[in-house]
């Protein structure tokens, strides 16, 4: 890993959503994105599916000092956009994205939170470099919900629990990646990738990856949607 990690001269940008969902961009985000890149190149064979996530393709631990410089970024740079006070855990990990929509289950067809199940004392960010210079494999969608409360939480028990056609049949979602809005999420924002971006947000606003061209997906490095995503979990201000 490279010494000096982050670009000082990158900008952090506000990507306003509405009046209450931003996400930051920052371009040009490292000094030296392609040894981030080469890394998990040559660590093609070490990639794999993890069975607690619901992420629809392959991740390879970061390395300890790469987590450790990206933590250090958001800490001095970037928590004071959030109700954060202080990381108590920090989740880094490259990622690709590689399934095919047919082999998709129904709570990879919507978007999701992060910090689902997350104590309240406790709020989560995220962020995503993106590490592929095809930007037409897609960059990171965001939703808010048209239903209630309850209604939402039935939709994402049922899409973890029912068999696909079930889940279909009751909500009217197919299989495949989600784009649009549709008649329980609103989409309100789109990020386009970019190689070398880095975008952090909120973990409790609904997300999901763009894939507008699942044929492009490769669980190669080199082609595919080779990704940095790091999950922060801090203590909330106090009120």
Known sequence: MPARLFNPNASVVVEKFDDSHFCLVIDDALLEPEKLAQFAI??????????????????????????AGVTEFFQWRLRRYFDARRAVSVLCRYSMVTLPPQALRPIQWICHRDDSSLDARLSMQACVLYLFHDHS?????????????????????????????????????????????????????????????LIFYDGAMLHSSAITIPDKLSNDPNAGRLTLNGFFTSRRHLK
């Open 42 to 67: 040559d660590r093609h064979g070490n990639f794999s599916a993890v069975d607690s996530s619901f992420y629809p393709g392959v991740s390879l631990p970061s390395p300890r000092e790469l987590t």
């Open 137 to 197: 494999l897609g960059g990171t969608n965001f939703y808010v919900p048209e239903r209630t409360k309850l209604e939402i939480d039935a939709l994402f028990m049922d899409a973890t629990r029912v068999a696909a056609e079930i889940f279909t049949a009751k909500y009217g979602i197919k299989a495949g990646y989600m784009e649009n809005s549709n008649a329980h999420f609103r989409r309100i924002g789109e990020v386009a990738a970019k190689w070398n971006r």
